[in-house]
C-alpha cells in the first residue's frame, strides 16, 4: 500500500495548488516578536525557581522551536519510523490524529475497548464508525469484509483496564487481508516492552506493518505530551489538518527538555523491564494458589480482580488503603456493570514482599467479606 489513503493525497494536493500548504518555521534569532500570543513577556521571563520559558504560542506561529524538532527527530529513531509529531497531550494527540485523517470519506473500525480519547477522535471524524468485539478478529474480518478496502482500523498495544496485550499476528493479517490502514495506541506500553522499551509494536517485530502509532510520555516516561509518528506525508497533513496542533500553544522548551532527558534515561533500564516482569509472575502464582482467584498468565503490569458492583468494590478497595496499598476501585459506568474491579498496576520500584502483603490483605478482605469471583481478561 501506499503511504496515504487516496483522499489524504487529494487533500494535500488541493492544498498546495491553493498556495495554503503550511510548515512548521523555527524563530529567526533577533527578529522582533510581532506574532506570538505572549502579551505580557512572561513567556520569556525566568522564574524565580526555574529557567522555564514558554513557547510562546502555536507551532504554526511561534511555538515551533530547535528543541521540538530535535525531540521529534529523536521519537522518529527510537520508534524505528519515518517521522514523528509532537502533541501537548496524549488525549490531544488522539482526538487531533483521528479527527484530521478521515475526512467524510473515511470509514473507522475500532476495538469496543479503546481509551475515551480515541472514542472523542472518532466522533470528530467525519467518516462512519464501527466496533469490533474485543481483540476478536474474527469479527473484524467479518466487518472489514464488508466495508470494503481502505478502512482505518483502530486500536491499543495494551488495554489499560483488562491488562491486556495486542495480539499483531493475528490482527495484522486481518487488517492486511483487507487492506486496512492499523492505527495502535501505545500509551500504556511505551517504556515497558522492547530492547529500548519503545513498544509492544517492535517487541513483536511489527514496525513495519502498523501504519501510525502514538506514543505517550504521560505513563512509563513519567512526563507528559506524545507523538504521533508514521510516514513524513501524514505529518505533513496533519501539521495542515490537525486543529490540536494547528489551533493550541505549543509545549513550552523546557517540558520538552524533560521529555528528552526522561527518554534517554528510559531506553537502557532493562533491569527495570525484568524486574516488573519477574513481579507479575510472582503475583500470578501466588494469587491462583487461593482459591476463587484467577490472574491469567501475562507480560502486563495491570491485573483487573473483577469484583461486582460498585459498593463491594469499593469496600474492597477501602480494605486495601486501610492497610498501607493505594489501589483504587473501577466503577461502572467506566466499566461495564457487572464487571467492576480493582485495578492493581505493578512498577519496577516495587518490591516482592509488597506484593506478598497485597495478597495477603486481599486474602484477608475475601474471608471477610465471602467468595468473591476474582478474574482478569482472558
Known amino acids: 500500500m501506499a503511504d496515504i489513503p487516496e483522499h489524504i493525497a487529494v487533500k494535500m494536493a488541493e492544498l498546495e495548488a491553493q498556495n495554503q500548504l503550511r510548515s512548521l518555521r523555527l524563530p529567526i534569532p533577533g527578529q522582533v516578536d510581532l506574532t506570538s500570543n505572549d ?11 526555574t529557567a522555564a520559558l514558554g513557547s510562546g504560542g502555536s507551532r504554526l506561529l511561534t511555538g515551533h522551536h530547535a528543541v521540538h524538532a530535535a525531540l521529534e527527530e529523536e521519537c522518529a529513531d527510537l520508534f524505528e519510523m519515518e517521522s514523528a509529531l509532537l502533541y501537548s497531550t496524549g488525549y490531544m494527540a488522539n482526538v487531533g490524529l483521528l479527527s484530521a485523517i478521515g475526512g467524510r470519506e473515511g470509514i473507522f473500525v475500532h476495538d469496543e475497548l479503546i481509551h475515551a480519547s480515541l472514542r472523542d477522535g472518532l466522533r470528530l471524524a467525519r467518516g462512519s464508525v464501527h466496533r469490533y468485539r474485543h481483540q476478536d478478529y474474527a469479527d473484524l474480518d467479518r466487518q472489514l469484509a464488508e466495508l470494503g478496502p481502505g478502512c482505518f482500523v483502530v486500536t491499543e498495544a495494551l488495554f489499560s483496564m483488562d491488562g491486556d496485550l495486542l495480539d499483531l499476528a493475528r490482527l495484522c493479517a486481518v487488517t492486511e487481508r483487507h487492506h486496512a490502514w492499523l492505527i495502535v495506541d501505545e500509551a500504556h506500553s511505551t517504556g515497558l516492552y522492547g530492547p529500548k522499551g519503545a513498544g509492544w509494536v517492535l517487541d513483536q517485530g511489527y514496525g513495519n506493518r502498523v501504519w501510525m502509532r502514538i506514543h505517550t510520555f504521560g505513563k512509563s516516561v513519567g512526563r507528559h505530551g506524545a507523538v504521533v509518528v508514521g510516514p513524513q506525508v501524514v505529518r505533513d497533513f496533519l501539521i495542515n489538518r ?14 520538552v527538555v524533560q521529555i528528552h532527558w526522561a527518554l534517554r ?6 533491569t527495570e523491564r525484568s524486574h516488573l516482569l519477574a513481579l507479575r509472575r510472582h503475583l500470578e502464582v501466588r494469587m491462583n494458589a487461593i482459591p476463587e482467584i484467577a490472574v491469567p498468565r501475562s507480560d502486563s503490569p495491570i491485573i483487573p ?24 476501585p473501577i466503577l461502572a459506568p467506566t466499566v461495564a456493570r457487572g464487571t467492576e474491579r480493582l485495578r492493581i498496576i505493578l512498577h519496577s520500584y516495587n518490591t516482592i514482599e509488597e506484593v506478598d502483603r497485597l495478597v495477603d490483605a486481599l486474602q484477608t478482605w475475601q474471608r471477610q467479606q465471602g467468595v468473591l469471583e476474582f478474574s482478569g481478561s482472558n
Open 265 to 270: 534515561e528510559m531506553q537502557p533500564m532493562a
Open 242 to 255: 490537525s486543529r490540536t496542533v494547528i489551533y493550541s500553544t505549543a509545549m513550552p522548551p523546557d517540558q
Open 39 to 49: 502579551y505580557l513577556g512572561l513567556a520569556r521571563r525566568r522564574g524565580l525557581e
Open 305 to 328: 480482580v473483577i469484583i461486582p458492583g460498585n459498593e463491594r468494590v469499593k469496600s474492597a478497595a477501602e480494605a486495601l488503603q486501610a492497610s498501607g496499598f493505594d489501589v483504587r
